[in-house]
């Protein structure tokens, strides 16, 4: 998938206009910060999990990490992150580029953590390694479709 494919998908909800390109990487927490200009705690960083016969993205603060016990109290099993060639198959985006939008697999349930409510905005991936999406938590909720609020991370 491409930052053109979140576009497209962003725009239904009127949110578009709030992609940023770079002409360097983003594709790490420490690399998006900075090509944003924004403290690290503030890129949304979305991680991907195994559970079942589908998968799991948490999107979390740039500074937490998962918690193993909350992980597993609130999934049931413990965490395994996805490969990255099951990251493509599952969400069509590419490890560096993962965002929770235009997630076509059935199986895949997005989850937003707690980590993110001590910021307005958040910038999450857009679909490539050099972009990101400058949204609202309300906004950032409606659009990756969430199916609520979890605590299952602790920060650094």
Known sequence: MSVDHVREY???????GKIK????????????????????????KTLSFKVGEGAVLIVAAGDAKIDN??????????????????????TGHAVGGVCPFDIQD?????????????????????????????LTLEELERASRAEGWIDVCKLQ
């Open 10 to 16: 962003l725009k239904a909800y009127g949110l578009d």
């Open 21 to 44: 390109e770079f002409d360097v990487s983003s594709a790490t927490v420490e690399l998006a910060a900075e090509a944003a200009g924004v403290v690290p705690a503030r890129i949304a």
């Open 69 to 90: 016990r909350k992980y597993k109290d609130q999934f049931g099993t413990k965490a395994r992150m996805l490969t990255p060639e099951e990251v493509i198959a599952y």
């Open 106 to 134: 059935e199986r895949v349930k997005t989850y937003l953590d707690v980590s993110m409510k001590r910021f307005d905005v958040m910038l999450p991936a857009a679909g490539s390694s050099s972009s990101c999406v400058v």
